[in-house]
């Protein structure tokens, strides 16, 4: 499902290239788009697309998206069970498409995928980018949204700070692809998170082996992950800053494009001050 | 046939605003709402009322299963079948399980032990269901609908060779694994209890239950789909190389007989409609939690359950659709009659108490259906022998 845009049609209508890669026997879909360094971009559980935001990101690095494992038409190995799976899968996927190094930026689900290959190994990885990354379970939650619970209108209300950015998606009638897709987005979101919900709680913890440089990033206002978890991703990992986007919710790259690009473009393009030691802030 | 007397044990206590306030009995529902002080005496009653229905001459009782709501209050059918069993210690009347949750538990030879242990004690009388759980269940112990049905073939596998193979022998499986698998006691039926297979009308479960000849029990549905359900045991029996017979389909269903049709109408409609559109209300998100069932037995179900879940039904629908039966006595054993002759069980489960149905009303129930409805119904259709496992 493609997001809608703030302003309408302001970003070039390149197309993506698409492929299919190899990845130890799982064919994976890989949507590329773009020039320069290479950019590896996991989407939400809303699934892969291109919103404002990307392609702007896209004038700057060569961005690889692949869609999930589960996800629209892509298969499932019976295997793959947990975001730690998926971050295997990733991790293979680097090599698969003849890439040495890569930038890892990934929203929501796919913030919670790159936490964990990051914890994992980051021979492969230059920088990290978390955007209302999900992947932690924090004390006292009490009232947090439960994505299973509720109905698509909420969810997608839920999704935005600018209520009219929600009625735009709401009024888009959804094509039989886009409802296929959609159950098999959740089926596979509700797989991998229905509990610990949304979560691996061996994670956090683990966060302090991540050794690149890494920015959080996060929309002022989003509703579905809470600032709370923004600032337990800053504190866990060495050396990681957090960057709030105003007057924005849970998806920096559909709500403000402009600020998206230019946050993230301008911390995997900042030259490094120092090396990441240990203990860092 | 086989007559069961059944109550959900239903809370029937809700606030004045339940309507507005709230979007469901199950899950969310606060259980500051639930007293136990009344809790206590309806328990006491639910419980007496049973075996009144024992006494009566019921064939068996029936428990079950469901958690965090006001629907029913039976999280653990076995402390119920437990009471039952030395309640009707001496008697014949059979207590059904309908059933153990099997995803739910951790540990499944748990369930191996305490039905053995209630077969033994009531002499093997007991019947063993096995049910998921609905999708509303599992947010109540975090379990992943994602894993529902493997953990489910998985732990029945385990259980029934727990109850079959001499022990000790190891278990490795994907969700659970044991060195050593040895309960005592074992199970007084031989070789095992009955096993039935409660459902909704689940295309996976109804396969399942017919290769292995067990008793597939269907939960209030339209008598139309029920028909379809049982076409499907019969055709996968047949594939499976044996002929289901009645004693392989029951039907679950509430049956209210009053002295005339209006009269029954009269006293049963409140407590049907507060069980059909207040008790069992929930959001679709919650009925089917994504991975609860295959995308094709969903849509299934959905289509199915559409009238049940999907808006409030009026007497009239749920006697249009036989998802009720309510009635003279002459008006019920012509309606179970005719869905007898259509459906083809050899197992009724009578709803005999309902939604806010008091002490009375139930026990006239129980009463009229014993004096002019199961009689007449071993006439047309005599007690057939338990299904043999296949």
Known sequence: MNAPTRDGASAPAATPDERLVDVLGVQSRVSVLGDGPPLLYLHGANGPGWPPGLRALAERFTVYQPEHPGFGTSERPEHVETAQDLALHYLDLIPSLGLRTVCLVGQSLGGWIAAEMATLCTHDLSRLVLMGAAGLLLPDEQGRVDLFALNPEKVTRALFYDQALAERALAVTPTPEDIHAAVRNRAMTARLGWSPYMANTALRTRLRRIRIPTLVVWGAQDALMPRTHAEAYRDAIPGASLELIEACGHLPAVEQPAAFARVVGDFLSAPLAAPVTAGAR | MQVFAFTLMPWPYLPENYREQYDSAWVTFPNSHFDPVKGHALYTRYIDDLVYAAEAGFDGLGVNEHHQTAYGLMPSPNLMAGMLVQRTLGMTTRIAILGNALPLRDHPLRIAEEIAMLDVISGGRIISGFVRGIGAEYPTFGLNPAHSRERFHEAHDLIVKAWTQPGPFPWVGKHYNFRYVNPWPRPFQQPHPPIWAPSQGSGETIEWAAQHGYTYCQTYSPLAAIAGFFDQYRA??????????????????????????????????????????????????????????????????????KSIIGKRQTMEDMDAAALAIVGSPETVLRKIEAAHKILGFGNLVCIFQFGSMPQDEARANIDRLNEYVLPRVREFAPITPEPAAV
């Open chain 2, 236 to 305: 996968v029996a047949r594939e499976s190389g044996y002929e289901a017979g009645p004693q392989h389909l029951a039907w679950s269903v509430p049956v209210y007989v009053g002295r005339t049709d209006e009269e029954a109408r009269e006293q049963a409609w409140p407590h049907l409609s507060l069980f059909v559109n207040d008790l069992l209300r929930m959001p679709p998100e919650m009925f089917l939690p994504p991975n609860y069932t295959s995308e094709a037995s969903m849509a299934k179900i959905a289509a199915a359950k």
